[in-house]
């Protein structure tokens, strides 16, 4: 069978393509996500993971928990480092922005997965914890 990188999607997925033993085909789909750590503040370097990622859901939740002050109550493993909240809105807008239009893995293919599936696996390959705002 044949495998390639699906580049119309963001972030890219490589999709295998095999057969049961009776002959059905199947695919899988693996999205190849970018894990650059590109600040010291664990807030901005989990938005700027999801951004580049696109992490559309995450991107707005993270937008609404932090326009309205909510950071201490809804957002996973914030430690309570300071942050330029105008900034921080900023960065995530551009990023809400950057993201219109483009096609994730998990919503092209139907995978089964959510982003929120996505972060645990995104954590454990980082070996590190994300700031994220937890589906309710």
Avoid: A
């Amino acid at each position: 069978m044949k495998d390639y990188i699906d580049i119309e999607t963001i972030p890219h997925c490589k999709i295998e393509e095999k057969k049961f033993d009776w002959g059905e085909p199947y695919s899988i789909h693996t999205p190849i996500f970018i894990l650059n750590k590109t600040s010291v503040s664990e807030l901005e370097n989990s938005i700027i993971l999801f951004g580049e990622n696109n992490f559309k859901q995450q991107l707005s939740s993270l937008y609404n928990v932090i326009v309205n002050h909510e950071e201490f109550e809804r957002l996973e493993n914030y430690i309570g480092e300071e942050f330029n909240r105008k900034e921080i809105l900023e960065l995530i807008n551009s990023f809400i922005q950057k993201n219109k239009g483009l096609m994730s893995p998990w919503e092209k293919y139907d995978i089964g997965l959510t982003e929120y599936d996505y972060i645990r696996y995104v954590e454990e390959q980082l070996k590190k914890s994300l700031c994220y705002v937890k589906i309710q």
